[in-house]
């Protein structure tokens, strides 16, 4: 039971930065290393790029919010499914998204799985 708290509570600071649009303190919680995969290019990409697309949303969509689904603690990490939504320059943003993490055996985000629908996002184009 403790490793499962340990990781809600490393889940916990994700969300928080994620919704705050620190990306330092994103980054903080991560592996020098760490990869994010993407499911709709089916690319991985170096989490410190993610932690700037993240700044880039909240300068994007100055009302982005995150409404949970869940968020469970698992063996070797977190799952959170949430619906991302805010005003976009192209029009209402409304994602259904969820991202599958791996944690290190000290605590660290070593990868990222994250799913969501590229149509649902398409209003972020406008954005710029």
């Given amino acids: 039971m403790a490793d499962l708290d340990a990781h809600l509570a490393v889940a916990r600071a994700y969300c928080a930065a994620s ?6 303190a994103f980054v903080a919680l991560a592996a020098p290393d760490a990869i994010v995969w ?11 790029r993610t932690a700037s697309s993240l700044t ?8 982005v919010e995150w409404t949970d689904r869940a968020l469970t603690p698992t063996a070797d990490g977190f799952v959170w499914r949430a619906v991302l939504t805010g005003t976009a320059a192209g ?38």
């Fill in 19 to 24: 919704r705050a649009g620190d990306a330092d």
């Fill in 38 to 48: 993407h499911n709709a290019d089916d690319t991985e990409v170096p989490l410190v």
């Fill in 56 to 63: 880039w949303l909240h300068r994007a969509v100055p009302d």
């Fill in 91 to 128: 029009g209402p943003l409304r994602a259904h998204t969820c991202v599958v993490v791996t944690l290190s055996d000290d605590l660290l985000v070593e990868r990222i799985d994250e799913y969501l629908d590229p149509s649902q996002t398409a209003v972020l184009s406008a954005s710029g």
